[in-house]
């Protein structure tokens, strides 16, 4: 299994970046993904996640209504748009699959920083 994230860097407060996550090792159309982000002295938190299909879509209260999470089964690619980004957004994030079952794989993670 493989996840490979990418599109993070350096934005300015109410910027937008669009992180993007490359799969491969596992039959990824039928697993729910997930984005993560772990701020520095800080848990990894639960960020977006999103159905095997896109039916079903659910998002931590702290970024709802900015961050967008969608999927494209056919590019085994799994996005996250981020928009209004706020200095407390600044985290590592990291793509997350639960394959194989009881362990799950991660991504190794992609830097976002929210600073003027």
């Known amino acids: 299994v493989q996840l490979v994230e990418s599109g993070g860097g350096l934005v300015q407060p109410g910027g937008s970046l669009r992180l993007s996550c490359a799969a491969s090792?596992?039959?990824?159309?039928?697993?729910?993904m997930s984005w993560y982000r772990q701020a520095p002295g800080k848990e990894r938190e639960l960020v977006a996640t999103?159905?095997?299909?896109?039916?079903?879509?659910n998002y931590a209260d702290s970024v709802k209504g900015r961050f967008t999470i969608s999927r494209d089964n056919a590019k085994r690619t799994v996005h996250l748009q981020m928009n209004s980004l706020k200095p407390e957004d600044t985290a590592v994030y990291y793509c997350?699959?639960?394959?194989?079952?009881?362990?799950?794989?991660w991504g190794q993670g992609t830097q976002v920083t929210v600073s003027s």
């Open positions: 997350y699959a639960p394959y194989p079952s009881g362990y799950g794989s």
């Open positions: 090792g596992f039959t990824f159309g039928s697993y729910v």
């Open positions: 999103i159905t095997s299909a896109g039916g079903s879509i």
